[in-house]
């Protein structure tokens, strides 16, 4: 399926139903058809043939995702930017992913025309919302006319690594790779009559990609263009919400919120969770205060979120009682995927044992653009590495202790940064918190946390420290702790380790 087959699969079950939703203003399924086709018909006049890219960059909007089912129709490749990026990260992002058309929001127009002339391939500039000299507004760009292509090439959407470690990497998308995630979210998850989906967070990532599944059900989709956490519990209110995604912190700042208590959650079916590590104990209360509705994802870019699936139900005992010691895992390898455990030298190892998570399935990636060296590297011994460190129990349940690369290897030991935070997070006032390894003569690195305490609270770091020592023992607990008025994050909320680790080390 191509991504506008989700589209016209659910226009199929009801034409003139509710779509896409933002505010007072809603677009049917025929509408959004209607607009997909003039956006197909109005990128091959501009010169746009299959398999060339055209990026969006745009806050979450209606109109602008329904360019990407237009770039689908016209057999391009869909190449989302996060609004959030800065003018050098959207320059790097347009130039190595070769983007010949831009679609953009006003907003975004002095940093569109700040990088514009760095990019010769990017010949055509669409204007949603207003008049830019240099760009086309959007409506006289689109004319009347209507496009149904059959594309040539099956690469649905280029997606960029965060690159905190050095230039970014193009992740290929195939439309095979959106089909296995669609159907496995299908298939693993909770869906009772038309869904209504709630997307809060960027449309660019996780939030927009849930979309596909939602819309093959001939579900609606409610935007919100900013993250409003009170908005949020309102919308899931009168709009009788079934489906949403949160990551960890915008969960934990939710548990927080005044008007939760308030609130009827009864219509949730599924509230999906993922993108980072989640606290056992914040998850626990999610589970006592939102309901028994709480399912993880586990994944990433190269093998979007559906690696292992944990279902409402798995979170629990058969007997109803939640089953703590497994909150800490992703869940179960997901039906269409194979999921093992490797060692440094391409041996698979036995359940509880330690390893690198590594994955067989039609849900990873075709490579990644225009760089083979890593593309081999990720898929050494005919399996895609994912660069998480975790190991299988005897039931299957995958858990991830660290991404390699956030391994401390202290006094010889080697210690979890994710089991360290975890421990962290169940000591109450805590809001969120980041462990990293620092040189040390003595034990080679230290362990180092940094927390950031709820608004109502102050920690204390010996009493912190004594807590932590009774649960993970004198290795693992931090040496240093420091307390600070906020973290930094990346533009999808996680914990920076590397930003923290380079501001301690001056």
Known sequence: MRLTDYLDKGASLGPAAPCLTMGDRTLSYADVQHLSRRVAAALARSGITPGDTVAVLSGNDPTAF???????????????????????????????????????????????????????????????????????????????????????????????????????????????NIETMSALTLMSYPFDGRPVYLALAPLTHAAGVLCFPILTLGGQVVIMPSPDLGQF??????????????????????????????????????????????????????????????????????????????????????????????????GRPSPLVTVAIMDGHGALLPAGERGEVVVRSSLVMRGYYKNPVATQEASAHGWHHTGDIGYLDDDNFLYIVDRAKDMIITG??????????????????????????????????????????????????????????????????????LVWPDLPRSKLGKVLKNEIKQKLLG
């Open 66 to 176: 329904s360019c990407v089912f237009g770039i689908s129709r016209a057999g391009a490749v869909w190449c989302p930017i996060n609004p959030r990026n800065e003018a050098a990260e959207n320059r790097d992002l347009l130039d190595l992913f070769d983007c010949r058309c831009l679609i953009f929001q006003k907003a975004f127009g002095p940093l569109v025309d700040r990088i514009r002339e760095q990019l010769p391939l990017l010949t055509t500039l669409v204007c949603l919302d207003g008049d830019e000299e240099y760009a086309h507004p959007f409506d006289d760009w689109l004319g009347t006319e209507l496009l149904e292509a059959d594309p040539v090439d099956d690469l649905a959407m280029i997606v960029g690594t965060g690159g905190t470690t050095g230039r970014p990497k193009g992740v290929m998308l195939t439309d095979r």
């Open 412 to 481: 010889g030991f080697n210690v979890y940064s994710v089991e360290v935070e975890q421990a962290l997070m169940a000591y109450p006032g805590i809001q969120d918190c980041g462990v990293i390894g620092l040189p040390d003569e003595k034990w080679g690195e230290r362990v180092v946390a940094v927390v950031q305490s709820r608004a109502d609270s102050q920690i204390a770091a010996d009493e912190l420290t004594a807590f932590v020592k009774a649960r993970i023992g004198s290795v693992k607990t931090p040496k240093e702790i």
């Open 233 to 330: 519990l309102a919308h899931i209110d009168r709009d009788r919400v079934t489906h949403t995604f949160l990551p960890p912190t915008l969960i934990y700042m939710l548990l927080d919120h005044a008007d939760l208590e308030n609130t009827d959650l009864g219509s949730l079916q599924c509230f999906w969770y993922g993108a980072a590590p989640i606290s056992p104990t914040r998850l626990e209360e999610a589970l006592t205060r939102i309901g028994p509705v709480m399912a993880q994802l586990f994944g990433q870019s190269e093998a979007p979120m559906m690696i292992a699936t944990m279902a409402p139900k798995d979170h629990f005992h058969e007997d109803g009682s939640v089953a703590t010691a497994r909150l800490r895992s992703a």
